[in-house]
Structures are given as C-alpha cells and as structure tokens.
C-alpha cells in the first residue's frame, strides 16, 4: 500500500476531518499493498464515525478476510455490532480478538477487557428488558387467560376495549370467545362503532344491549349501528331515555319483549309514555317471561301489566304508579322487591303472599297491602320516609307478630311512625342480624342502643369515670350476637354513655382464653365485635371519648381482629 495517502488518512482521522480521511483511504486501497488489512480497519473507524455501520461492517469483514490471524478485525467488528445493538455477535467477535492478541499486548488486552465488560452490561439490560416485555400470558392456557380476562370483563365491561389493542394474540384469543361479547354496553364514547364491532364478531347474536343515555345523544342515533343485531337472541336489555319502542316499530321488531326475562327501563320522557302504555295494556297477548323488571318514571295507572307478567323474581319501581295491588299478586315468586317514590294504592281488604321473598325496599310510598303481606323468608329490610304514613310501621309490626324473624339487614330512615318499642322487639327477634341502621330519626334511639347492650350493667354516672374500671365481661344472652355494622346516624338525642357501653359489651374478655385467639366472637360469650359505628351528626356526643373509642381500635389489635376496624368508619361531628 502507498503509505502516504494512508498516513495522511490516519492524520484527517486524528483531526477530526472523517470526510477527508476517507478520501486518503480509497485512494491508499487502490494501491494495494502488503497490510493491506489496516487500510480496511482504519477505514472501517472512519466510517462508524460517520455514522454508516453498515459500510463499517463490510470493512470489518474485509480485514478479518484478508487477515483471519490478527485481532485487527474482530476488536472492529466487535465495536460495530455493539453499536448497531447486536451485543450477542459483541460478545463472540471480542472473545475471537482476545485468543489473537498477544502475550505482551498488555494495554490492548485491557482495552478489549473493558470492551467485553461494556457487552456484558448490554446484555444483562437488554435480558431485562425482555423479561419485562416478555408476553407470558401466551405460556398460558387459554382456558386459564379467558378466566382472567372474563373477571376483569364482568368486574368493568369496559375494559375489554383497550385489551384489544395490546397484543395481536390477546385480540385473536378475545374475538374467538363468545362469552366476552355476550353483552353490548353503548354509552357516549363511540357507541355506533362499538355496536358495529360487537355484530360483526358476534354475527348479532347476543344475550344483553345496555343503552345508556350518553349513546341516546349520539347524532344520528343509532342510525344503521343496530343493523344485524337478532333482536330474538336477547335475554337482557336495560335502556336509559331512548325511545326504544319507535325503533323496534320501525325495523319491524314488535316481537322484541316475547323473549326477554330481564328488563330495565329508566326515565321515560313524555312523549314516549303512551307507546309502554300501549304495550302493558294489551292483556290479550301473550304472556311475557320477564323474570327480572326495573321501570322509572312510567306511568302504569290504567296498564293490564298483571296479566302479562307472572313470574317476576325481582320487580323495581321508582317514580311510578302502581296500577293495583294485582301486579303484586300476580308475582308470588317475588325475591327482591323494590318500590321508590311509588305512588300508594289502597288495597282494601286485599292480603299478600309473597313466601319467597329475601329483600324489601321501601321509600317515600307504601302500598297498604304490606303491612298485611306473608313475608316469612325476609332477609333484608330497608324503609325509608320523607313523612308520616302508617304503612311503614305495618311491615315491622307485621314481622314481630309472626314472632320470629331471619332479618340479616335492617335499615330505617327517616320513619317517624315507627315506634321504637316495635323496633325493639323487632331486633330482639333477630338474632342472625348483622347490620343495623336507625338514622335521620327525631325520635330518642337510646332505648335501642341500651338494649344491645343490655346484658352489661349500666354506668350513671360517665364523666370522670375510667372506663377500664367497669368488668368488660358480657356475659349471655346479648340482643343481636352477630351484630357487626350499626348506623345511629342524625339521632338528637343519642349521647355518649350509651354507646360506649355498646361498644364495651361487644368487646372480647380480656383474661379468657378465646381472647388470645384471633377470632371477632370470643368462644365464652360468642358475641361479635362491632367493625363499624356510625353517628354522623349526633351532637350530644361527647367528642372527648373519641380517643376512648381510637384506643380500642388499637389495643391487643394483634390478637383480636375485630378491633382493628373498630373505629375505621367512626364519625363524631359535634
């Protein structure tokens, strides 16, 4: 080779000048030469400099051809593929330079030894990063990640969304899984295009349409994005505002209710009144399977709804009116049962039976008829008043004069005409009981306080007393053992003293051996301790007692349970 174009190659090189030092090497390579292998390497140099590591590659390869026994080559392509982020071919191309260098190469050796430590380190941080990108759901079982993804679909609808849009495979396992798609839910968020997707992956066979108001104010709604949907397949369908029925009339579906058992209808505007009318009126038709109905805000005053509808499992009604109590009737397998602002119809002498029943909701409007009903299995009380009606108390005293009781779940807001004497032995009946509210009352709750703790002595005289004084022993038989989440919220009258004598007698004994045992009841009273208090806005209590009652959240936590929720929903506004 010419050793003048070369040197002054290597000269630009050590400048700087990248451009003009691969000039000199082009023009030392068509000389030729001996070592010719260094005008490849240095060329190689200038073009990683350059930016072009593809042209440095080929050079790389070049003086490894030309020069397969000297270490030239290897430490150049070893720098190349580490920057063209190929640590793996690094890491061999380095360990080829090492087994070429020589003995007395001292320097170059520690050069290369840092080189193959910086490979090293690439590779673990890219191992890292695979391992954190690394799709494992694809090792698993497909059964297993349709489970996964069916709890997060039945937890959030929505959520199946966005999993389409991770992974290939996560939208080609999702489409392939009928259950996923089995309910279409449109709200503001593109719900035509989303109606479009679900038909054309379910081929419009599905079991639920939810239509929220947000997709009611779509322009143009729904214009086709329903075309392809088998109306006929429909189990389910809940509907906000939409005037469903002009719909149905229009493609031609009046059929649609023929095959639903569940159906919820909320907020009927004006206009629409008398097409559900038209519909509930037609006692002549065939009978409906609803098993599971929610209307809101229709009138049914002069509907022949009864006669069309038999086997209810669950009837909800907020701001309706009850056409008679014959709907009622007409269900006796009712299990749930909820009326809101229902617009109450006298009965008469008509009687009730409803022998399935778990869970009864009332507010602001009673039918007479249930405070005469047959409700031997209620679970689940909940009534709520906004004024005087002697239908309210009907019910507790109804439940106390059958003399027993299966009540888990007792709410009363807001119920003046109920006695707190019916209450009391309401609750005595109710020994599986396990929450109980008496709130928003400008009645005196005390009475009802006292008598859950009635099986601890009274103290008359709380201030400046040391609680820790009195025995915390309760000893049977206690009102309510399995009591657990009390609500006294908006009581005037309630003070301090009673409820922490509550409080005390469903605390565990302290020297018995069950209370070393982390279980809420102690074996020798099997009382349960209260995980949650609740007394907003009561202001005869005594705030200073607050710390009374933190304290019992925290000692012995470790061995009771219970204790540790004490007082996590505790509210004392003064």
């Not at 239509?211 to 109306?231: M, Y």
């Not at 009903?373 to 009907?394: D, F, G």
């Not at 657990?484 to 469903?506: A, C, D, I, M, Y």
């Not at 004994?509 to 809420?520: K, R």
């Amino acid at each position: 080779m010419s050793r003048i174009p070369f040197q002054k190659g290597l000269a630009s090189y050590k400048a700087g000048d990248y451009q003009d030092a691969l000039e000199h090497f082009n023009e030392a390579e068509k000389h030729g030469g001996k070592n010719v292998h260094l005008i490849f390497d240095s060329r190689a140099a200038v073009y990683a400099k350059l930016g072009q590591k593809r042209e440095a590659l080929r050079d790389a390869k070049k003086t490894i051809d030309v020069a397969p026994e000297k270490w030239q080559g290897y430490a150049r392509a070893a720098r190349v593929f580490l920057q063209l982020g190929k640590p793996d071919a690094a890491a061999k191309m380095v360990s080829m330079t090492l087994e070429r260098l020589k003995e007395d190469e001292a320097d170059r050796r520690t050069s290369l030894l840092a080189l193959e430590a910086e490979v090293r380190h690439v590779q673990e941080a890219l191992e890292k990063h695979r391992r954190q990108m690394a799709d494992h759901t694809i090792k698993l079982p497909i059964e297993l990640f349709g489970e996964i993804v069916k709890m997060l679909v039945e937890e959030d609808q929505r959520a199946l969304i966005p999993l389409l849009h991770v992974r290939k495979h996560w939208r080609s396992v999702l489409e392939s899984m009928p259950s996923l798609w089995d309910t279409l839910v449109l709200t503001q968020r593109r719900p035509k295009q989303k109606a479009k997707l679900w038909i054309q992956i379910t081929g419009g066979r599905m079991r639920e349409l939810v239509v929220r108001e947000g997709a009611f104010h779509s322009p143009n709604w729904p214009g086709d994005s329903l075309r392809g949907l088998q109306w006929e397949r429909l189990r389910a369908c809940r509907i906000h505002r939409w005037d469903i029925m002009a719909y149905l009339q229009s493609i031609s579906q009046p059929s649609f209710f023929a095959t639903l058992d569940t159906f919820e209808l909320d907020d009927v505007v004006n206009g629409q009144q008398h097409k559900w009318m038209e519909l509930f009126s037609q006692s002549d038709k065939e009978e409906l399977p609803l098993q599971h109905l929610s209307l809101q805000g229709l009138l049914l005053s002069y509907s022949q709804l009864h006669a069309r509808v038999s086997k209810l499992k669950t009837l909800h009604l907020r701001n309706c009116t009850l056409p008679s109590v014959l709907l009622l009737q007409a269900n006796p397998l009712l299990e749930e049962l909820v009326l809101d602002s229902v617009n109450p119809v006298y009965s008469g002498d008509a009687t009730l039976e409803l022998k399935h029943l778990t869970l009864l909701d009332l507010s602001k409007g009673i039918p007479w008829v249930m405070g005469k009903a047959e409700i031997p299995e209620l679970r689940t009380l909940r009534l709520s008043a906004n004024h005087l009606q002697e239908a309210y108390a009907a019910v507790p005293q109804r439940l106390v004069q059958s003399n027993h009781s299966h009540l888990t779940e007792l709410i009363v807001r807001t119920c003046p005409s109920i006695g707190i004497d019916i209450l009391i032995s309401l609750v005595k009946l109710s020994a599986n009981l396990l929450t109980l509210e008496v709130s928003h009352n400008v009645g005196d709750v005390t009475p009802i306080v006292e008598a859950l703790s009635a099986h601890l002595p009274p103290s008359s005289n709380l201030k400046g007393a040391k609680f820790d004084a009195i025995p915390p022993t309760p000893s049977p038989p206690a009102i309510c053992p399995l009591l657990t989440h009390v609500n006294f919220s908006r009581s005037p009258n309630l003070q301090t003293g009673p409820l922490v004598r509550l409080v005390k007698s469903r605390l565990p004994q302290v020297d018995s051996p069950s209370a070393s045992q982390e279980c809420p009841p102690s074996e020798s009273s099997d009382i349960a301790c209260l995980l949650s208090l609740t007394i907003d806005e009561c202001p005869q209590v005594d705030a200073k007692w607050l710390p009374w009652f933190r304290e019992k959240r925290t000692v012995k936590a470790s061995k009771w349970d219970c204790l540790r929720a004490l007082s996590a929903n505790l509210l004392l506004e003064i």
